[in-house]
């Protein structure tokens, strides 16, 4: 146990560290208030009563005024959001401005935007973002309903559990662009193999994270629908279901950029119709036309972005009981 | 009033400071020009040429033309190795290193005809179309690959990069090039190809649309009358097999395959006597070693002449030979002819190429002039020839 002069000197330390926070008397004036020290252990020596101090915390910004200190934080989440790519853009136009780096390899950023942007006035990069998302968007929802329905399976019944687990685990391990030569075999040159593989990528993804989530449902929560006489449909539509939709729209955001991802790969190395964002970054490889490479690049992170959002939102649509576990500001 | 602003005052001010210190930079950034490249001319050449025994017909002009042009070729073992002073690291790279048209430089490894030089040469895998990136900057020092879009648009971009040495042209019994299915009772003469779908490797950006574009316009149809898929090399066989295209370029020996099968026919192939591809300099040896590119162009050429020059095929004992140094199958070798093998470029062939690419909107006009493409004085030093 400390003496008074030292938790004095630990409140005047305390005070200068945190704002706010002072050694107060309970009437709220500064000071130290004796009080009755514990007694010593037994066989030792009994000291005199050693007096300690009441620590009180004075209400910040945030106690007085939620609603501003809410507001101001997010507005410093999203500056800051702001500022650091546009630091890091800054850097790189400035690195190409004093000749660091080569602008016919880097170009600038503001080279880059205004391609970028004379290609969408133009209409030239429309039919791309377009090919990408008809190839994307169809293969992520076969692959999501895909892989939460054996999921939901996998994770509630044992015996399928058994029977799908080793297989899937070993499917699950194979580059899924390996997977698209033989797509190609199986359903031809067209849209079909693209969507397919862009399903079988998104399809492992939430088979795994659904077969957890159901597996994680708290055994209590069964038993207590059991003691209800829930039917099998009930057991799914009150318990397993909602228990593990929130942990597999996590994994749907994830699946939406790996959907991006293979997808931009695939349409480089074999796009049917010689479209797609990911042939629009190829292509421009091949033709050493850096800028329309770049732009592309830039495209396709806007555009994973946005759908990776739009996940978010259709989840939090979906799963209006899930916590929400964003950051203070709630951005 | 306290001396020491209150942290928030201090990180809101950090905050203001920083971003109108992005904005001035920003500001800054935007006003000035960063496109300052201009194409560079093509250097001269310093050395003296002198005349090297053996290679008396080591040069042929380069306006002849003519399909039945017998190639350049040196005496066996000649030009003579000029070792350079000091090893000289090079780099090479290729898209593939099993193929038949990397025999020449695989070769060349193997026997020491480089080491002769005092040339230290790795040879490694890598796409062209990133190689040419790794050349432009003068990372690598060779590409083995083509003058194909990537390339004509470096050289635009002012990089130096030229095409230095030719490898080869089909023999005339070879029939690898464009393939057609044909539908019931056509002929290959009567095939419509107008609005048709080819199966490339590299689509519209391969130095392929220039033979292609040869075999089209025999058939009255433009580049641009048909569509081309890009498909990998096994894609495409598999594709024009089950109608996925209605015509592909096969590479040998994959036309084997289609030879005497009813429902295809075999429309043309590589022009006779015009190599289209081979070795690509960048600025490693254009500009700062040319010695080393020669010496280079040397050992090709006296790897040629001496292991490459007529029917190569026709030893049995080399083919096994060949087959091991590239990790090939010796049958599939002798399945279809030898190559010609041809290290010196024809006139004309870049533009002819480059008109395919403008065409194809894969190049911007105006073309380049050849001298910005093609440098013929590193093989024209090896073998001694003059003006």
């Given at each position: 146990m400390s003496d008074g002069t030292t938790e004095a000197t630990e409140a005047e330390a305390a005070k200068a560290e945190a704002p706010g926070t002072a050694a107060t008397t309970p009437d709220g004036t500064n000071?130290?208030?004796g009080t009755p020290g514990a007694p010593g252990a037994p066989g030792t020596e009994q000291a005199k009563p050693t007096p300690t101090l009441l620590l009180t915390r004075s209400p910040g910004p945030a106690e007085l005024d939620p609603d501003r200190a809410r507001r101001r934080r997010r507005t410093l989440e999203i500056t800051l959001g702001i500022a650091v790519p546009l630091l890091l853009l800054l850097w790189w136009q400035l690195a190409v401005q004093q000749k660091w780096i080569d602008s016919r390899i880097y170009p600038a950023p503001q080279t880059i935007l205004e391609d970028g942007w004379k290609r969408l006035v133009d209409g030239k990069l429309w039919?791309?973002?377009?090919?990408?998302?008809?190839?994307?968007?169809?293969?992520?929802?076969?692959?999501?309903l895909a892989g939460y329905v054996v999921g939901l399976l996998t994770g509630s019944i044992p015996l399928v559990r058994a029977a799908l687990e080793p297989m899937l685990d070993a499917l699950y391990v194979v580059p899924k662009l390996a997977l698209l030569p033989i797509f190609l075999l199986i359903f031809g040159l067209g849209e079909t193999p693209q969507i397919m593989l862009v399903a079988v990528t998104v399809f492992f993804l939430i088979w795994i994270q659904t077969m957890a989530a159901v597996l994680a449902v708290p055994e209590g929560y069964r038993e207590a629908a059991t003691v209800f006489g829930a039917s099998q449909w009930q057991m799914y539509r009150h318990i397993l279901i909602p228990a593990s939709l929130p942990p597999v729209v996590v994994g749907l955001r994830l699946a939406s950029g790996m959907a991006v991802l293979v997808i931009?790969?695939?349409?480089?190395?074999?796009?049917?119709?010689?479209?797609?964002?990911?042939?629009?970054?190829?292509?421009?490889?091949?033709?050493?036309?850096?800028?329309?490479?770049?732009?592309?690049?830039?495209t396709v992170a806007v555009v994973g972005v946005l759908f990776s959002e739009l996940v978010r939102l259709i989840g939090r649509l979906l799963t209006p009981w899930a916590p929400d576990r964003r950051g203070p500001g709630g951005s | 009033m306290p001396l020491l602003p209150s942290p928030r005052a201090g990180r809101r001010t950090a905050l203001a400071t920083a971003l109108v210190a992005c904005t001035a930079l920003l500001s800054a950034c935007v006003s000035s020009d960063d496109t300052d490249n201009t194409a560079k001319s093509a250097p001269t050449p310093s050395a003296q040429v002198a005349s090297v025994p053996g290679c008396e017909k080591?040069?042929?002009d380069p306006a002849d033309l003519s399909p039945t042009r017998a190639p350049a070729r040196c005496a066996p073992n000649t030009p003579a190795a000029k070792p350079l002073p000091?090893?000289?690291?090079?780099?090479?790279?290729?898209?593939?290193?099993?193929?038949?048209?990397?025999?020449?430089i695989r070769v060349a490894i193997a026997k020491g005809e480089f080491a002769k030089e005092n040339l230290d040469v790795e040879l490694k895998q890598m796409p062209s179309t990133d190689a040419i990136t790794l050349l432009s900057k003068g990372e690598i020092d060779v590409l083995y690959s083509a003058p194909e879009a990537g390339m004509v648009n470096a050289a635009k971009q002012g990089f130096n990069v030229k095409w230095v040495l030719g490898n080869y042209s089909s023999d005339p019994k070879s029939k690898s090039g464009v393939w057609v299915r044909l539908k019931d009772g056509q002929t290959a003469d009567q095939v419509d190809?107008?609005?048709?779908?080819?199966?490339?490797?590299?689509?519209?950006?391969?130095?392929?649309?220039?033979?292609?574009?040869?075999?089209?316009?025999?058939?009255?149809?433009?580049?641009?009358?048909?569509?081309?898929?890009?498909?990998?090399?096994?894609?495409?066989?598999?594709?024009?097999?089950?109608?996925?295209?209605?015509?592909?370029?096969?590479?040998?020996?994959?036309?084997?395959?289609?030879?005497?099968k009813p429902g295809y026919a075999f429309l043309g192939g590589q022009p006779a006597g015009e190599p289209i591809g081979g070795m690509l300099y960048g600025p490693s040896l254009l500009d700062k070693n040319r010695a080393a590119g020669t010496a280079f162009a040397r050992a090709m050429i006296r790897t040629v002449s001496t292991y490459f020059a007529g029917d190569y095929k026709a030893d049995p004992a080399f083919v096994q030979e060949l087959a091991q140094i590239l990790g090939n199958k010796p049958e599939l070798l002798a399945a279809v002819p030898s190559l010609v093998t041809d290290?010196?470029?024809?006139?004309?062939?870049?533009?002819?190429?480059?008109?395919?690419?403008?065409?194809?909107?894969?190049?911007?006009?105006?073309a380049l002039p050849e001298d910005k493409l093609v440098d013929r004085s590193f093989y024209a030093e090896a073998v001694g020839h003059s003006g």
């Open positions: 000071g130290t208030v039919p791309d973002i377009w090919a990408t998302l008809k190839r994307v968007v169809p293969g992520f929802l076969l692959g999501s931009v790969a695939s349409e480089g190395l074999a796009s049917p119709n010689n479209d797609g964002l990911g042939y629009l970054i190829f292509n421009a490889k091949n033709i050493f036309d850096q800028k329309a490479m770049y732009v592309g690049i830039i | 080591g040069w042929t000091a090893k000289t690291h090079i780099v090479v790279t290729a898209g593939t290193l099993s193929a038949e048209y990397l025999g020449p190809l107008k609005g048709k779908t080819f199966g490339s490797l590299v689509g519209k950006t391969s130095i392929i649309m220039y033979p292609i574009a040869s075999v089209l316009e025999k058939h009255n149809t433009k580049v641009t009358d048909v569509q081309f898929k890009q498909l990998d090399a096994q894609s495409n066989i598999q594709a024009l097999q089950n109608g996925g295209v209605d015509a592909a370029w096969l590479l040998d020996p994959a036309w084997k395959d289609f030879e005497n290290w010196e470029i024809r006139k004309g062939t870049v533009d002819k190429a480059e008109k395919m690419f403008v065409e194809g909107e894969v190049v911007q006009a105006p």
